[in-house]
């Protein structure tokens, strides 16, 4: 009996269980087996193509009571809780009757489902069926109804209804009714077997099936498990089953070692065979998570679909068993609790809302880890036995009493063990061929993702391993740890290991070995093969960060570091645990509340520099094959010169080096560090205002921009809504979602690349321009592009997969290289669909070059030209960056045959691929036509003709003698074996080549375990060239999103154009009926209202000429509450950003010289979390905007100063004003509500200004609540002298008391001004004249 079920086999589902009337198409006439998961339980003894059944039952046709019914009539049968079905009349299988009498009179049917199923149903709720036509089906009929399934069984029973009633006979399927328990009582007493296996492993592998059982399910027949008696304490334990049974309990405590057997805190195995009822929730498969739905739950009338054995598992014996059974005739064939079957099956997927309720379950807070006196939170320890109130006290582990390891069973302690290292990680605990979660761990499972818990003192749940995508996806990305626990042995090596043993193994030596295998967390989530399909195309970063003043200098704000987050926004951060400043802590916490942080003790977690360089000198990851090290280039540039060793980092790196070497430890502790570090993917990330340049800006005055790219710090990212929207927590209205049209998943990944970065230098600007005027020449080119693009998977993270497993021949030590999967065989399928989606890919790749080849001579960009020209294609293009993969292609594709391998999961390599195989294969075919020589020569010596090879494995080529020809046998002959009439032996030459010929199979067998990795390796070993692939793929697809934007729809778009500052311009810029990209209706549901902006430059459109006037820098922004002003200066910050992209811009024309860093000061927002008020926040991006804004920057600032009293705003706002019109001199859109500031700058030739323009109905000095405001949205000079508050409190729907207190209050505050002025000009008068005139 093996322990575990049959590889690769899904038959063994819940499916088998829990029936459920499958979505498929399958007729369900009988005819055919049909899928073995879902449907019907034929009679394995009955297996042929024409169905026995009929055949079986017909002759039992016999009298039964005068019955309305007799056997083959076609009727409408209605089981209690499901419609009537569409049923045929039939003898029960073991009862030969089709109708039993007594007090109801009940008949036996079998419904036309699918799979067919059977039971007794009472006359009464028994109709004859007159087929589909009859209007007892039409609408408004009795049996009328809109469930498919029933509809299916009704075209089934029409066809039926066609045929004679004698051969309807033949559509009855041979079901068997449950197995009695009789028989699994002998069962159980045959098979009993060595306890010791069972007391540990297999009833510790067994909890799974006995234990993922739903919520109670309330029948009362008992049906045999798959595995039988498994333990020797039958009698106590038939006791306990029988006090169980009453409780609805089904498991069944089994004595343990230590004789504690009833003590709550011990985890005790379960024996299988006493939980009849409880068919695992692990038993269910992938398939049947997805297609559950609850909705479309059909109502099948089967109703006891957990008495069916699944076939394919368990013992021979039950294995002859193994077909459904619905009614056992004696019993009532359908319980209530067929329905909670449903909604127990249901609940599988929904939130646990009843996890305490009656059916067994406890309240989360009753288990028994509640209890465990270590778990206490204030007496939590990690192992260093550290209390949570210790500075050091290290999250990730946890102390636990050696007294309580000691009581449990060995497969807890195993459990308990890991929890030691794993404390803060929700472990996935495999047993057999389920993902098994406990105590606390169970209690996250079924609160996040819907698992329920199995019945027991002790909190326990768990899945089956196709499922661990599912389940661990969805609890990582609610920030949990999850850790993939493997078994590492099977039963077999547990013995071969137990026997080699000095000493007499113990109960602990007994159970298979588990490891941890993966640890993945928001950070270190990889895609690999386990994890199925990648659907996320964003970036997962992992941040880790160390700070000493000196090294990546940052102002007081943490400016740089507030970018670097908001360009590469981690999902999971590291940093040194004690070290890390108050101030960094404060911005993480309030600016990445979910990422995922992480202290790691410094010196042992986070490493020092010297450490790190040594971990990774010492380790595989840089190394070649023959050991060479080759360090990655951008670690290289980190080492000193003076160190030759290359052991020392130099000093502007050394803490670069050290976060380095955080993340290398965080990849060791999630196993992961080979599969990336060996990648060599390493960059250096440069703060983007890189120091220099503001020296050269506004200081020097120096005219150049050097720097490539615009910086868009963090502020400025959150305040323009750029890639995220922080409102609404989404890309809803983001420049992101508006801009990008990207096809694949690496090219969306470019395209927020280039979003965050816009380029500096006209060169390239007009080159991605130019690849977009292009692309939008070629309109068929794009389309065609595109149609390829989108078929193409994704090759980045499939090339890492690919890399992963080819590389996995160096991971010799990783405990996934142990790892007994039960579904290996799907993930080599899996393994294989990748790596030929990855080459289909490809191919696609090279088809779009030979689309794009005719137009791309005609391209006038270069970058577009070289993304799309294929290297040496063209002599003439040397700059051709798309690599020639024609050859590469071929040689994969052609590498072994992908039907077959997509098919059975193994890659048979083609001839030429591997060489070893191919000499192992000429090695066999050479010793076997050898080997046939031979026994021609033999013939010839014997003189027989009838001379044959005889046996299999170890005992072939005996050659069989007939006993005629036993007279000339020479005497080297070696006799083997004999039957009647022959003789067969062997002689010394045949040993030898049987010798040989073994040796070669086994090369063979080792060759194709390690031919996926190494045609895996093979290619990897290219992955410059399938990068370089990616790369331009990508690019291709960022200029085709940019075209597609570019090729307009919504009002007019134009090609920006750029004057350098090196050719004399000032900065200056130019938008001429702009609109706000992101926003196409208004707050009324209007137009949008196009603008110009010009700023530093003279208006031409400008009626009056006044230029000097329209050339100052900075515009003062002015106009009524909600006309417009902050729309229009963010509109001004996004079509800067979409130009200097090298996308076309919503306007009709924008002109300007580029822009180093665009600044924003929007909008009131305040963190409280970070420790900052609202004025301060206003304050510190002011004062940052003020130190590194320089000439070419772009300032906007909304409504300065608002944050605190009149006064003091406004006195901060005109000194803000002053600074940058006076000493920055950059370009700036400076919106206010201060009026006085208008004066005060009017007559000032570095500020212009310019108004939101609105139409004033009902001017009324008296009560300005009844002026009626309408919104011009039009961008005009000079300023509006009043803001209309009350307007804007009227739109608000502010209560009219409100207002008119407030307009009360308004004609107070001005009186008290203007009697204010009055008295000065009074008191300041000299002259009786004076006097006059100030009145
Ligand atoms: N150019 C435009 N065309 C049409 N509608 C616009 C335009 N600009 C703004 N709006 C509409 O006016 C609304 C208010 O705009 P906005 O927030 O920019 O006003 P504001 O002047 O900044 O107001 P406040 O002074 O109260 O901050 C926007 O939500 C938008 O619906
Ligand atoms: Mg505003």
Same mark, same amino acid.
């Given at each position: 009996?093996?322990k575990?079920p049959?590889?690769?086999k899904q038959?063994?589902t819940?499916?088998?269980y829990f029936?459920?009337t499958p %979505?498929?198409e399958?007729?369900?006439?009988?005819?055919?087996g049909?899928?073995?998961v879902?449907?019907?339980r034929r009679?394995?003894?009955?297996r042929s193509?024409t169905?026995?059944?009929?055949?079986?039952?017909?002759? !039992?046709i016999k009298?039964t009571?005068a019955?309305?019914?007799?056997?083959?009539?076609?009727v409408?049968?209605k089981?209690?809780?499901?419609?009537?079905?569409?049923?045929? &009349?039939c003898n029960h299988?073991?009862d030969k009757v089709?109708?039993?009498?007594g007090?109801t009179?009940q008949v036996?049917?079998?419904?036309?489902?699918?799979?067919?199923?059977?039971?007794?149903?009472?006359?009464?709720?028994v109709?004859?069926?007159?087929?589909?036509?009859?209007?007892s089906?039409?609408?408004?009929g009795q049996f009328?109804?809109?469930n498919?399934?029933?509809?299916k069984g009704?075209?089934?029973?029409?066809e039926?209804l066609?045929?004679?009633?004698?051969d309807r006979?033949?559509?009855?399927?041979?079901?068997?009714p449950?197995?009695?328990e009789?028989?699994?009582?002998?069962?159980?007493?045959?098979?009993d077997?060595?306890?010791?296996i069972f007391d540990?492993?297999?009833s510790?592998?067994?909890?799974?099936?006995e234990?993922?059982?739903?919520?109670a399910?309330?029948s009362?027949?008992t049906?045999?498990?798959?595995r039988?008696?498994?333990?020797?304490?039958?009698?106590?334990?038939k006791?306990?089953k029988?006090?169980?049974?009453?409780?609805?309990?089904r498991?069944?405590m089994? /004595?343990?070692e230590?004789? @504690?057997e009833?003590?709550?805190?011990?985890f005790?195995?379960?024996?299988?065979e006493?939980d009849?009822d409880d068919?695992?929730?692990?038993?269910?498969?992938?398939?049947?998570?997805s297609?559950?739905?609850?909705?479309?739950e059909?109502?099948s009338?089967v109703?006891?679909?957990r008495?069916r054995?699944?076939?394919g598992?368990?013992t021979p014996a039950s294995n002859?068993k193994?077909?459904?059974v619905?009614?056992?005739?004696?019993?009532?064939?359908f319980s209530p609790s067929v329905?909670?079957?449903?909604?127990?099956k249901?609940?599988?997927f929904?939130a646990?809302?009843n996890?305490?309720d009656?059916?067994?379950?406890k309240?989360?807070?009753s288990?028994?880890?509640v209890s465990?006196?270590?778990?206490?939170? @204030?007496?939590?320890?990690?192992?260093?036995r550290k209390l949570k !109130?210790?500075?050091d006290?290290?999250p990730r582990?946890?102390?636990v009493?050696e007294?309580?390891?000691n009581?449990?069973t060995p497969?807890?302690?195993?459990?308990?063990?890991?929890k030691?290292?794993? #404390?803060d990680t929700v472990?996935?605990?495999?047993?057999g061929k389920?993902?098994?979660?406990?105590?606390m761990?169970a209690?996250?499972?079924?609160r996040?993702?819907?698992l329920?818990?199995?019945?027991?003192d002790?909190?326990?749940s768990?899945?089956?391993?196709?499922a661990?995508?599912?389940?661990?996806?969805?609890l &990582?990305?609610?920030?949990?740890?999850v850790g993939?626990?493997?078994q590492?042995?099977t039963?077999?090596?547990v013995?071969?290991?137990?026997?080699?043993?000095?000493r007499?193994?113990? %109960?602990?030596?007994k159970?298979?070995?588990?490891e &941890?295998c993966q640890?993945?967390?928001?950070g270190?989530?990889?895609?690999s093969?386990l @994890?199925?399909?990648?659907?996320?195309?964003?970036?997962?970063y992992i941040?880790?960060?160390c700070?000493k003043?000196g090294q990546?200098?940052?102002?007081?704000h943490l400016?740089?570091?507030?970018?670097?987050v908001?360009?590469?926004?981690p999902?999971?951060?590291?940093?040194e645990?004690?070290k890390? !400043?108050p101030?960094t802590?404060q911005?993480i916490?309030?600016?990445l509340l979910?990422?995922l942080?992480e202290?790691?003790?410094?010196g042992?977690e986070?490493?020092?520099?010297s450490?790190?360089?040594?971990?990774?000198?010492?380790e595989a990851?840089?190394k070649?094959?023959?050991?060479e090290?080759?360090?990655?280039?951008a670690?290289k540039?980190?080492?000193?010169?003076s160190d *030759?060793?290359?052991?020392t980092?130099?000093?502007a790196?050394d803490?670069?080096?050290r976060?380095l070497g955080a993340?290398v430890?965080?990849?060791?502790?999630c196993?992961l560090?080979?599969?990336l570090?060996?990648?060599?993917? #390493?960059e250096t990330?440069?703060?983007?205002?890189?120091s220099?340049?503001?020296?050269?800006?506004?200081?020097?005055?120096?005219q150049?921009i /050097?720097?490539?790219?615009?910086?868009?710090?963090?502020?400025t990212?959150?305040?323009?809504?750029v890639?995220?929207?922080?409102t609404t927590q989404?890309?809803?209205?983001t420049?992101l979602e508006r801009?990008?049209?990207?096809?694949?998943a690496?090219?969306?990944r470019?395209f927020?690349q280039w979003?965050c970065?816009?380029?500096c230098?006209?060169?390239?600007?007009?080159?991605?321009l130019?690849?977009?005027?292009?692309l939008?020449?070629a309109p068929?080119v794009?389309e065609?592009?595109v149609t390829?693009?989108?078929?193409?998977p994704?090759?980045e993270?499939?090339?890492?997969r690919i890399?992963a497993i080819g590389?996995s021949g160096r991971r010799?030590?990783h405990?996934?290289t142990r790892?007994?999967l039960?579904?290996?065989v799907?993930y080599s /399928?899996r393994?294989?669909?990748?790596?030929?989606?990855?080459i289909?890919?490809f191919?696609?790749a090279?088809?779009l070059?030979a689309?794009c080849s005719?137009?791309a001579?005609?391209f006038?960009?270069?970058?577009?030209?070289?993304?799309?020209?294929?290297?040496?294609a063209e002599p003439d293009n040397?700059?051709?960056r798309?690599?020639d993969?024609?050859?590469?292609?071929?040689?994969?594709?052609?590498?072994f045959?992908h039907?077959?391998?997509k098919?059975e999961g193994v890659?048979v390599?083609?001839k030429g691929?591997d060489?070893?195989?191919?000499?192992?294969?000429?090695?066999?075919?050479?010793?076997e036509g050898r080997?046939q020589t031979y026994l021609?020569?033999?013939?010839?010596?014997l003189?027989?003709?009838?001379?044959?090879?005889?046996?299999?494995?170890?005992?072939?080529?005996?050659?069989?003698v007939?006993?005629?020809a036993l007279?000339n046998?020479?005497h080297?002959?070696?006799?083997?074996?004999?039957?009647k009439g022959a003789?067969?032996?062997r002689?010394?030459?045949i040993?030898e080549?049987?010798?040989?010929?073994?040796?070669?199979?086994?090369r063979?067998?080792?060759?194709l %375990?390690?031919i996926m990795?190494?045609?895996f390796h093979?290619f990897?070993?290219k992955?410059?060239k399938?990068t370089?692939?990616?790369?331009?793929?990508?690019v291709?697809?960022?200029l085709?999103s940019?075209?597609?934007?570019s090729r307009?729809?919504e009002?007019?778009?134009?090609?920006?154009?750029f004057v350098?500052?090196?050719e004399g311009?000032?900065p200056?810029l130019e938008i001429?009926?702009g609109r706000?990209p992101?926003?196409?209706?208004?707050?009324?549901?209007g137009?949008f209202i196009?603008?110009?902006?010009i700023?530093?430059?003279?208006d031409?459109?400008d009626e009056?000429?006044?230029?000097?006037y329209s050339?100052g820098q900075v515009v003062?922004?002015?106009?009524?509450?909600?006309?417009?002003?902050?729309t229009?200066m963010?509109?001004?910050?996004?079509? *800067?950003?979409?130009?200097?992209?090298?996308c076309?811009?919503?306007?009709?024309?924008c002109?300007?010289?580029p822009i180093?860093r665009i600044f924003?000061r929007?909008?009131a927002?305040d963190?409280i979390?970070?420790?900052?008020?609202?004025?301060y926040v206003?304050? !510190?991006?002011?004062?940052s905007?003020?130190?590194?804004?320089?000439?070419?920057?772009?300032v906007?600032?909304?409504?300065?100063?608002?944050?605190?009293?009149?006064y003091?705003? *406004?006195?901060?706002?005109?000194?803000?004003?002053k600074?940058?019109?006076?000493?920055?001199g950059?370009?700036s859109?400076f919106?206010?509500?201060?009026?006085s500031l208008v004066?005060e700058?009017?007559?000032d030739?570095?500020v212009r200004?310019?108004?939101m323009?609105c139409?004033?109905?009902?001017?009324n000095?008296?009560?300005?609540?009844?002026?009626?405001?309408t919104f011009?949205?039009?961008f005009?000079k000079?300023?509006c002298?009043?803001?209309?508050g009350?307007?804007a409190a009227?739109l608000?729907?502010?209560?009219e008391e409100?207002i008119?207190s407030?307009?009360?209050k308004s004609r107070?505050f001005e009186q008290? &001004?203007y009697?204010c002025?009055?008295f000065?000009?009074l008191?300041c008068?000299s002259?009786?004249?004076?006097?006059?005139?100030?009145?």
């Amino acid at each position: 009996m093996s322990k575990t079920p049959a590889k690769g086999k899904q038959t063994n589902t819940l499916f088998s269980y829990f029936q459920k009337t499958p %979505k498929s198409e399958t007729k369900n006439t009988g005819k055919s087996g049909t899928d073995e998961v879902l449907s019907p339980r034929r009679s394995p003894n009955d297996r042929s193509k024409t169905p026995s059944a009929g055949k079986k039952t017909s002759p !039992s046709i016999k009298a039964t009571e005068a019955n309305e019914f007799s056997e083959g009539d076609l009727v409408w049968a209605k089981l209690e809780g499901f419609p009537f079905w569409p049923s045929l &009349v039939c003898n029960h299988p073991t009862d030969k009757v089709h109708c039993k009498g007594g007090k109801t009179k009940q008949v036996h049917v079998q419904f036309f489902d699918s799979p067919p199923s059977r039971a007794w149903i009472k006359e009464r709720y028994v109709k004859p069926f007159k087929g589909s036509n009859d209007e007892s089906f039409q609408k408004g009929g009795q049996f009328y109804t809109l469930n498919t399934q029933v509809n299916k069984g009704v075209k089934e029973a029409d066809e039926a209804l066609k045929i004679d009633k004698k051969d309807r006979l033949s559509l009855v399927v041979d079901l068997l009714p449950s197995s009695d328990e009789e028989e699994e009582e002998n069962e159980e007493e045959n098979m009993d077997l060595d306890p010791t296996i069972f007391d540990t492993e297999m009833s510790d592998e067994d909890i799974s099936k006995e234990n993922h059982s739903s919520k109670a399910e309330d029948s009362k027949e008992t049906s045999p498990r798959k595995r039988k008696s498994m333990s020797p304490q039958k009698p106590r334990r038939k006791a306990a089953k029988e006090a169980v049974l009453k409780n609805k309990r089904r498991r069944i405590m089994v /004595k343990s070692e230590s004789g @504690d057997e009833d003590s709550e805190d011990d985890f005790k195995p379960v024996s299988s065979e006493d939980d009849d009822d409880d068919d695992s929730a692990s038993e269910l498969d992938e398939n049947e998570i997805s297609d559950v739905e609850p909705e479309s739950e059909p109502e099948s009338p089967v109703k006891e679909p957990r008495k069916r054995k699944a076939p394919g598992r368990g013992t021979p014996a039950s294995n002859k068993k193994s077909i459904a059974v619905l009614d056992s005739g004696k019993k009532p064939a359908f319980s209530p609790s067929v329905s909670n079957n449903t909604k127990t099956k249901l609940s599988l997927f929904s939130a646990p809302e009843n996890a305490g309720d009656d059916s067994g379950q406890k309240d989360a807070s009753s288990y028994f880890h509640v209890s465990l006196d270590f778990l206490q939170p @204030d007496k939590l320890r990690d192992n260093t036995r550290k209390l949570k !109130s210790d500075p050091d006290y290290n999250p990730r582990t946890l102390y636990v009493p050696e007294s309580f390891l000691n009581k449990q069973t060995p497969a807890m302690r195993q459990w308990w063990e890991i929890k030691t290292k794993h #404390f803060d990680t929700v472990l996935f605990f495999k047993v057999g061929k389920f993902y098994e979660l406990y105590h606390m761990d169970a209690v996250v499972g079924v609160r996040e993702v819907g698992l329920i818990f199995m019945k027991g003192d002790f909190a326990h749940s768990g899945f089956p391993e196709i499922a661990y995508n599912r389940y661990a996806d969805a609890l &990582v990305q609610k920030g949990y740890k999850v850790g993939r626990v493997e078994q590492t042995e099977t039963p077999e090596m547990v013995t071969e290991r137990c026997k080699n043993m000095a000493r007499s193994a113990n %109960k602990y030596d007994k159970v298979v070995k588990r490891e &941890v295998c993966q640890i993945s967390t928001q950070g270190t989530r990889t895609y690999s093969h386990l @994890d199925g399909d990648i659907g996320d195309h964003t970036s997962k970063y992992i941040l880790a960060f160390c700070a000493k003043v000196g090294q990546f200098e940052d102002d007081r704000h943490l400016s740089r570091f507030r970018t670097l987050v908001a360009h590469y926004t981690p999902t999971q951060i590291l940093y040194e645990r004690g070290k890390t !400043s108050p101030n960094t802590m404060q911005l993480i916490n309030a600016n990445l509340l979910s990422a995922l942080k992480e202290g790691l003790t410094p010196g042992s977690e986070f490493w020092e520099s010297s450490k790190t360089l040594k971990t990774l000198a010492e380790e595989a990851y840089f190394k070649s094959e023959d050991g060479e090290i080759t360090w990655p280039e951008a670690i290289k540039l980190m080492l000193s010169e003076s160190d *030759t060793l290359g052991l020392t980092a130099s000093d502007a790196y050394d803490l670069a080096v050290r976060s380095l070497g955080a993340i290398v430890w965080y990849l060791q502790y999630c196993l992961l560090d080979e599969e990336l570090l060996s990648m060599k993917k #390493f960059e250096t990330y440069m703060p983007v205002d890189v120091s220099e340049h503001r020296a050269q800006g506004a200081q020097s005055g120096a005219q150049a921009i /050097k720097q490539r790219h615009m910086v868009l710090d963090g502020v400025t990212m959150s305040n323009l809504d750029v890639v995220w929207n922080s409102t609404t927590q989404s890309t809803e209205g983001t420049l992101l979602e508006r801009l990008s049209y990207c096809s694949t998943a690496f090219g969306k990944r470019l395209f927020h690349q280039w979003l965050c970065s816009p380029l500096c230098q006209k060169q390239a600007i007009y080159d991605r321009l130019d690849a977009v005027g292009d692309l939008l020449e070629a309109p068929s080119v794009m389309e065609e592009s595109v149609t390829i693009l989108k078929k193409m998977p994704d090759l980045e993270r499939l090339l890492s997969r690919i890399h992963a497993i080819g590389s996995s021949g160096r991971r010799k030590n990783h405990p996934d290289t142990r790892a007994i999967l039960y579904e290996e065989v799907t993930y080599s /399928k899996r393994k294989i669909e990748d790596f030929l989606a990855t080459i289909e890919g490809f191919k696609l790749a090279m088809t779009l070059t030979a689309a794009c080849s005719g137009a791309a001579t005609n391209f006038k960009s270069k970058l577009l030209k070289q993304t799309v020209c294929v290297q040496g294609a063209e002599p003439d293009n040397a700059d051709a960056r798309f690599p020639d993969i024609d050859d590469d292609l071929k040689f994969f594709e052609s590498s072994f045959d992908h039907k077959k391998a997509k098919k059975e999961g193994v890659i048979v390599p083609s001839k030429g691929v591997d060489k070893d195989y191919d000499q192992a294969i000429a090695d066999i075919k050479d010793v076997e036509g050898r080997l046939q020589t031979y026994l021609d020569k033999q013939k010839s010596v014997l003189n027989c003709k009838n001379l044959v090879y005889w046996g299999t494995a170890k005992n072939r080529y005996q050659i069989e003698v007939p006993e005629t020809a036993l007279k000339n046998i020479p005497h080297q002959y070696e006799l083997m074996s004999s039957k009647k009439g022959a003789k067969r032996f062997r002689t010394s030459d045949i040993e030898e080549m049987l010798a040989e010929l073994t040796d070669a199979e086994d090369r063979k067998d080792t060759c194709l %375990k390690d031919i996926m990795r190494r045609i895996f390796h093979n290619f990897d070993l290219k992955h410059r060239k399938w990068t370089a692939v990616v790369e331009c793929l990508s690019v291709l697809d960022v200029l085709i999103s940019l075209a597609t934007y570019s090729r307009g729809g919504e009002g007019d778009l134009c090609r920006p154009e750029f004057v350098m500052p090196e050719e004399g311009a000032q900065p200056f810029l130019e938008i001429r009926e702009g609109r706000h990209p992101c926003v196409s209706r208004t707050f009324e549901g209007g137009d949008f209202i196009p603008n110009d902006t010009i700023i530093g430059t003279k208006d031409d459109q400008d009626e009056d000429g006044d230029s000097s006037y329209s050339e100052g820098q900075v515009v003062l922004v002015t106009g009524p509450n909600m006309g417009g002003k902050s729309t229009l200066m963010r509109q001004v910050g996004l079509i *800067t950003i979409m130009a200097q992209m090298g996308c076309y811009v919503p306007a009709q024309k924008c002109r300007l010289t580029p822009i180093d860093r665009i600044f924003t000061r929007l909008g009131a927002s305040d963190r409280i979390m970070a420790g900052e008020s609202t004025f301060y926040v206003e304050l !510190s991006e002011t004062s940052s905007i003020l130190q590194h804004a320089t000439k070419h920057s772009l300032v906007l600032m909304d409504e300065l100063g608002r944050g605190t009293a009149t006064y003091d705003g *406004t006195a901060i706002a005109c000194a803000v004003v002053k600074e940058l019109s006076k000493t920055v001199g950059c370009r700036s859109l400076f919106s206010t509500h201060y009026h006085s500031l208008v004066g005060e700058f009017q007559l000032d030739r570095n500020v212009r200004l310019g108004h939101m323009a609105c139409m004033v109905e009902n001017e009324n000095e008296e009560d300005p609540s009844q002026e009626t405001i309408t919104f011009l949205y039009k961008f005009v000079k000079g300023a509006c002298p009043k803001s209309y508050g009350f307007n804007a409190a009227r739109l608000a729907h502010l209560p009219e008391e409100v207002i008119q207190s407030a307009v009360k209050k308004s004609r107070e505050f001005e009186q008290s &001004v203007y009697s204010c002025k009055m008295f000065r000009n009074l008191w300041c008068s000299s002259s009786a004249q004076e006097i006059q005139k100030a009145f």
